[in-house]
């Protein structure tokens, strides 16, 4: 009489035949098309945009709460920007609209401030670049540049410091490469109205008057 199996041999087979399927359906495959064939494409699918920014959400509330200022446009009758930052497509953060940064700070002395949510030195500068921008008025225009790609965060902490100035989103860098400012934060970018880079300071600035003076002697504007 032939030999029949016991159950706990079928059932061992059962496992074998389950384990064996399970490694052909991880195994990778080269025309396996989710797999990632590059670094880039990795970084995509990981939630990171091409321009550094975490991918785009509804900040509505975010923008609200923060209460920015509205970006910048160029001076009237200025001409299109040929400086570093020409062409240079950003963020705003009020509205979340692209802004080509070049032509929106044209024509004007412009006050460049790059910052981070998570910097220190920047938290304590920041209150001090909103008393200038009012003091200042239309003579210079002060602009902040986020530079870490969590665009909410940075909204929140604006909020938090009750500094309502126009800023941009780049979490790409962008703005930094253009004007070749160091990988350190705070740093503060002086431009005349031609768009040329007069000074990167970065050095925080500890109180209005030290704003104030620096814009005298690299933009010769005296507010």
């Known amino acids: 009489r032939a030999l029949r199996p016991s159950s706990a041999a079928r059932w061992s087979l059962a496992a074998l035949v389950v384990v064996i399927a399970l490694?052909?359906?991880?195994?990778?495959?080269?025309?396996?098309?989710?797999?990632?064939?590059?670094?880039?494409?990795?970084?995509?699918?990981?939630g990171t945009t091409?321009?550094?920014?975490?991918?785009?959400?509804?900040?509505?509330?975010?923008?609200?709460?923060?209460g920015l200022a509205e970006c910048p446009g160029p001076a009237t009758g200025a001409a299109e920007s040929t400086g570093p930052l020409a062409g240079l497509r950003v963020t705003c953060l009020a509205d979340g609209a692209p802004v080509d940064l070049g032509n929106a700070v044209a024509g004007r002395p412009?006050?460049?401030?790059?910052?981070?949510?998570?910097?220190?030195?920047c938290a304590e500068e920041l209150p001090f670049l909103q008393q200038y921008a009012e003091?200042?008025?239309?003579?210079?225009t002060v602009l902040t540049v986020h530079e870490d790609p969590q665009q909410g965060s940075a909204l929140a902490r604006l909020a938090d410091y009750g500094v309502r100035l126009p800023g941009v989103q780049d979490g790409g860098k962008s703005v930094a490469a253009a004007v070749g400012a160091p990988a350190v934060l705070p740093v503060?970018?002086?431009?005349?109205?031609?768009?040329a880079v007069a000074a990167v300071l970065t050095q925080p600035f500890r109180s209005v008057e030290e704003i104030a003076e620096a814009v005298r002697t690299r933009l010769g504007v005296t507010t």
């Open 23 to 46: 490694i052909v359906a991880i195994w990778p495959r080269d025309d396996d098309a989710s797999t990632p064939g590059s670094f880039a494409e990795y970084r995509d699918r990981a």
């Open 50 to 66: 091409a321009t550094g920014d975490a991918p785009e959400v509804d900040l509505g509330a975010e923008r609200a709460a923060a």
């Open 110 to 121: 412009v006050l460049l401030n790059l910052w981070a949510h998570w910097c220190a030195p």
């Open 135 to 140: 003091r200042a008025g239309d003579a210079v």
């Open 188 to 195: 503060s970018v002086l431009m005349d109205p031609s768009g």
